[in-house]
């Protein structure tokens, strides 16, 4: 696609559920990050893709949170057992890899609250 | 540990009133700084990568400059337009990350 692309774009969920945020990279990119953006706050790292080696995962902020990317394209960011504290803007970008030299581009992010 | 601020938090502007926007660093390997913009509701919007001390980049009414330590974004004229928060974040070489500062928000007013 012509973007970094995400859904849902907004979510509402109860808290102790499991939510799934779904992000698809621009076509060709091989490093997909997530970040999290609270009311307030500067973006926070979560987790890195980069093509087929090990994620860096050291972002992440409880076990209750996961990621994995398929096929070296689409990733998916799973929150289990949601709390009120996880309510913020999961944003997702790609880069053509992790060379300094790439520019890294942003999706329009995924709002969650969690009730 | 790798930081970054930016100043001020906020900043306000009548239409045409010319200024700067602070980002102070301190990131290990670093290899590059990038600026974004960011509209409410939005994702952060890519405007420039600065990747050495002295190097300067324009666009329209912005114009990025990058020090050791600094880096400004400048807004000559701004209109109610520009009005949005801006972000910088300084990529280590390092960690492969952006590390991003709070952003400052910025409104013209008409």
């Known amino acids: 696609g012509a973007g970094v692309s995400q859904s849902p774009s907004n979510k509402v969920t109860e808290k102790g559920k499991d939510v799934e945020l779904r992000c698809d990279p621009i076509?060709?990119?091989?490093?997909l990050y997530w970040y999290r953006q609270s009311l307030g706050q500067g973006l926070e790292f979560l987790i890195y893709?980069?093509?087929?080696?090990?994620?860096?995962k050291s972002g992440l902020p409880s076990d209750r949170f996961s990621a994995e990317r398929t096929g070296g394209s689409v990733s998916t960011l799973t929150i289990q057992r949601t709390q009120q504290e996880d309510s913020a803007v999961y944003l997702c970008a790609s880069s053509r890899d992790r060379a300094a030299g790439n520019t890294i581009y942003f999706g329009e992010g995924s709002w969650l609250t969690v009730v | 540990e790798d930081q970054v601020t930016q100043s001020p938090e906020a900043l306000r502007l009548q239409e045409g009133e010319s200024s700067s926007l602070n980002c102070s660093y301190t990131v290990s390997g670093l290899r590059g700084l990038f600026w974004y913009r960011q509209d409410p509701g939005k994702g952060p919007e890519f405007l420039f990568t600065?990747?050495?001390a002295g190097e300067e980049k324009e666009k329209e009414r912005l114009k990025a400059t990058l020090t050791k330590k600094e880096s400004f974004l400048h807004i000559t004229a701004p209109k109610p337009e520009d009005s949005a928060t801006y972000l910088c974040a300084p990529f280590s070489g390092n960690t492969g990350k952006l590390i991003f500062g709070q952003g400052t928000t910025l409104q013209v007013k008409p």
């Open positions: 600065l990747y050495s």
């Open positions: 076509s060709g990119h091989t490093a």
């Open positions: 893709f980069q093509g087929n080696s090990a994620p860096d």
